[in-house]
């Protein structure tokens, strides 16, 4: 059974920085892309970044590019992203998915954490 658990969000002061960490099983990890969406209130999830595993690959939206940085951990099973310099537009649940390398569709999601950035 697949699992995605998000970890880390929280309130955080504008300027500051969080690390979000998504801890899964169940996937065949090699040939999965991680990757991380964010939905603020009244707008629709967008994407955030992402990282193929086997490779490490790393994708950015450009609203995050040079602030933000997503890792994995292979011994942990584990996918980091790292956030700095937040500001209050990055206030939004943060989704943890997954989808088999090649594939469009995000087939698996986590429940999702809060990151709140007061200005």
């Known amino acids: 059974q697949v699992q995605l658990v998000e970890s880390g969000g929280g309130l955080v002061q504008a300027g500051g920085s969080l690390r979000l960490s998504c801890a899964a099983s169940g996937l065949p990890f090699s040939l999965y892309t991680m990757g991380w969406f964010r939905q603020a209130p009244g707008t629709e999830r967008e994407f955030v970044a992402s990282i193929t595993w086997s490779t490490g690959r790393t994708n950015y939206a450009d609203s995050v590019k040079g602030r933000f940085t997503i890792s994995r951990d292979n011994a942990k099973n584990t996918v980091l992203v790292q956030m700095n310099s937040l500001n209050a537009e990055d206030t939004a649940v943060y989704y943890c998915?997954?989808?088999?390398?090649?594939?469009?569709?995000?087939?698996?999601w986590g429940q999702g954490t809060q990151l709140t950035v007061s200005s």
């Open positions: 998915a997954a989808r088999r390398t090649g594939s469009s569709s995000w087939a698996c």
